[in-house]
Every structure is written in structure tokens, then in C-alpha cells.
């Protein structure tokens, strides 16, 4: 049994300031209920943020250790995991979720699993912080295999995973999440590559940047559907500051900014030419756009423009990742 003091949790929590974190949530609470709180269909942007950087550490000629890669995955799947039901605990304290009548599921509005009434906010924030415990635990584990620097990169990581969702920063309510989790999913491919090169180099960054960019935009499109709640009770999110035709642009931006860096980063060979198989995301990016301005005064027909975001997200990772490969492999 571990004690965790939860001074930074605001007073209007049910949870008192000290809480008592154990395992018997696991055996109350059904595996597949606990699976689905994690929200598992956005955990994949996480694993092709790493499969990039490990194949940004391999094209620079280093020997990938399988056993770290492994690792790798699992706590940053741990670490996505942790993040997405901390955020439900603090959306069901301020009312987002329980106002939401129009979301999109799965995508949108939380998992819900508290509104629903089939676990408690309690367990939900006892779980988070299991599953974050269980994430410093083996990342401290990890940094001894790898090195001191993956410390900085965790320490970040969490840090934004906590300030994303919680008082009194709650970036996601200050238009800053997006900017959060573009950081966030940059420092995955950075992280990744650093657990096996010990060491900082700039083409998981370089590589990594656009994909940061891409995966903001996964936030952006889920905002619109979760606009009218997350107005109703102050949750001043970037499609709620700018309204739907300039969140509709900035979307677009980023889509371009992303896709229009690894143009420039392969035209100037300051990354291999095999990265510009992310490009073949760059369809579905403009697809989703279409949609997404077409119909921004009508969220609830964005289904399509939210699949189409989450495809280009993993294509513009994923086939970095393979381009990476087949250069180092002399395939490209």
C-alpha cells in the first residue's frame, strides 16, 4: 500500500488531501472497464511517436536494443494511459463531461465511465495515479539503463500530463493544450531515441516536431463537438477562445506547418529523403480540413473528419518511421 499526498487536488474534491492508493480498485472494478478508461484508441498515437523515434536512432547507425524498445512502449503507454483518466477525473470535477451532451463516441466527451455511474471519481483518480506510479517506477528504472537526460525528458512529460487536466495551471482550459500536447508527443520521439543512443541528437527532434503538430490537431478537431459543454462551465478551450471558423483555420495551419516542415527539413537534407514517406498523410490532413470547414457549425458530423485526423496523425509517424528504415536499410 502507497501513500500519496494529493496537495495539488482543489479542496472542492471529494478525495481528501492525503489518499490511500491500493490495488483492491483492480480486483473490484472489470479488466475491460479498466481498459476502456485508458481511452486505447488515442494510446496508439503514443506507440507511433515512439516506433519514430527508435527509427530516428536507428538511421543514425545505432545498434536498436530490443529489450529497451520494448520498455519504451510499454511506459509510454503507461504514462498516455495514466494521463487520459487523470483528465476524466478532473473534467468530471469541473463539469465538462456530465455537461456534454454531444459528443462524439468514442472520440469525444470522456470516457464517461463516472457519469455513467460505473466507477467512482475516487477510483478514477486512484487509478490514474496507479498507472502513473507504475510509469515513474519503471522510467526511473529506465534512466539507469539509458541515462540521466531521460530524466529531464520524463520529468517534462509528466509534468505537462499533469498540468494538462489539473488545477490551478489546467492548460487544457487556458487554449494551451494544444501547444501541450504537441510538446508532449515530440518529447515521446525524443524520449524514445535517447533510451537508445544515451544522448541527445536533433533528428528525433527534427523528425519529431511535425509530429507533435499533427497529433495538436487530433486536439483541435475534438474540440468542436465538446465546444457548447466546455463553454458552459468556463473550460476556455482553443475552439471555445476562437470560435468554429478561425479553429477551422488553425487547424488547417497546423496540418501544413507539419507537413510543410518534413518538406523542408527533406528538400535541405537535414533529415533523410526516406522521411518523406509522412507526407503520404498530407491527403487525409486536407480531407479532414474540408470536413472540418464545411461542417464547422455542425459538430455533430465530424465523425469523419476525427477518423481522418487520427489516420493522418499515425500515417504522418508511422511512415517516418518506415522511410527512416528503409534509408538506413539502403531501400530508399
Not at 522510467?139 to 487536466?165: F, H
Request: proline share 5%; glycine share 10%.
Amino acid at each position: 500500500m502507497v501513500r500519496i499526498q494529493l496537495s495539488a487536488l482543489p479542496r472542492t474534491s471529494a478525495v481528501s488531501t492525503q489518499a490511500t492508493l491500493d490495488t483492491d480498485l483492480l480486483n473490484r472494478i472489470p479488466a475491460a472497464t479498466l481498459w476502456s478508461m485508458t481511452r486505447p484508441g488515442f494510446i496508439a498515437a503514443t506507440l507511433a511517436g515512439c516506433l519514430l523515434g527508435i527509427a530516428a536512432a536507428a538511421a543514425s547507425s545505432t545498434v536498436i536494443d530490443p529489450g529497451l524498445a520494448v520498455a519504451t512502449l510499454l511506459l509510454a503507454t503507461l504514462a498516455h494511459a495514466g494521463a487520459n483518466v487523470l483528465n476524466d477525473y478532473f473534467d468530471e470535477l469541473n463539469g465538462a463531461d456530465a455537461a456534454n451532451t454531444g459528443r462524439i463516441f468514442p472520440f469525444t466527451g470522456g470516457a464517461r465511465f463516472i457519469q455513467q455511474q460505473q466507477v467512482s471519481a475516487r477510483d478514477t483518480l486512484r487509478y490514474a495515479l496507479l498507472l502513473l506510479g507504475v510509469t515513474i517506477v519503471g522510467g526511473t528504472w529506465l534512466t539507469l539503463a539509458s541515462g540521466p537526460g531521460l530524466l529531464a525528458i520524463g520529468i517534462a512529460g509528466l509534468a505537462i500530463g499533469w498540468t494538462y487536466s489539473a488545477p490551478p495551471l489546467q492548460l487544457m482550459s487556458r487554449a494551451l493544450g494544444e501547444l501541450a500536447v504537441a510538446l508532449a508527443w515530440s518529447l515521446i520521439v525524443v524520449g524514445a531515441a535517447f533510451v537508445q543512443q544515451r544522448q541527445f541528437q536533433l533528428l528525433p527532434l527534427l523528425c519529431g516536431l511535425s509530429y507533435g503538430l499533427m497529433a495538436a490537431d487530433i486536439l483541435v478537431v475534438n474540440g468542436f463537438p465538446d465546444a457548447t459543454s466546455d463553454a458552459q462551465v468556463g473550460k476556455r478551450t482553443l475552439v471555445v477562445r476562437l470560435g468554429p471558423a478561425r479553429a477551422a483555420l488553425a487547424y488547417a495551419a497546423l496540418a501544413l506547418a507539419a507537413h510543410g516542415w518534413l518538406v523542408t527539413l527533406v528538400l535541405q537534407q537535414r533529415v533523410p529523403a526516406g522521411a518523406a514517406l509522412g507526407l503520404l498523410s498530407l491527403p487525409f490532413s486536407l480531407a479532414a480540413a474540408s470536413i472540418l470547414w464545411n461542417e464547422r457549425h455542425a459538430p455533430q458530423r465530424l465523425r469523419p473528419a476525427i477518423v481522418l485526423t487520427i489516420a493522418a496523425a499515425l500515417l504522418h509517424g508511422i511512415g517516418q518511421a518506415a522511410g527512416l528504415l528503409l534509408t538506413h536499410a539502403g531501400l530508399f
